[in-house]
Nanobody, 123 residues
Framework: QEHLVESGGGLVQPGGSLKLSCAAS????????KGWFRQAPGKERELIAG???????TYGDSMEGRFIISRDNTKNEVYLQMNNLKSEDTAVYYC?????????????????WGKGIQVTVSS
């Protein structure tokens, strides 16, 4: 059974930082491409960033700069560093993996989602 488990979310003040972690297990192999999405209330799920097995990262529209994706293949984990957070960053953040080493590959056999973790930016 495959698992993606997010951690590190919570409440943060505007301008603050958080680092999300996602631990993969089961058949989600270390060399799969992984990424982060988010979904705010009333909005569609949107891509924050994806990262290939070799560390090449791709960011969604307007995401590069305040968000930094990274991974540790030895731990089968992916991270999202979030800086200068704003109220509009409030959302449920989801970890994602797909059965290819390259993030830009769109046709894949398997995709996996974590259950999501709440990030609330508020004073």
């Amino acid at each position: 059974q495959e698992h993606l488990v997010e951690s590190g979310g919570g409440l943060v003040q505007p301008g603050g930082s958080l680092k999300l972690s996602c631990a993969a297990s089961g058949n989600i192999f270390t060399m799969y491409a992984k990424g982060w999405f988010r979904q705010a209330p009333g909005k569609e799920r949107e891509l924050i960033a994806g990262i290939s097995s070799g560390g090449v990262s791709t960011y969604g529209d307007s995401m590069e700069g305040r968000f930094i994706i990274s991974r540790d293949n030895t731990k089968n984990e992916v991270y999202l560093q979030m800086n200068n957070l704003k109220s509009e960053d409030t959302a449920v953040y989801y970890c994602y993996a797909k059965s290819t080493p390259s993030w830009i590959t769109t046709t894949v056999r398997n995709e996996y989602w974590g259950k999501g973790i709440q990030v609330t930016v508020s004073s």
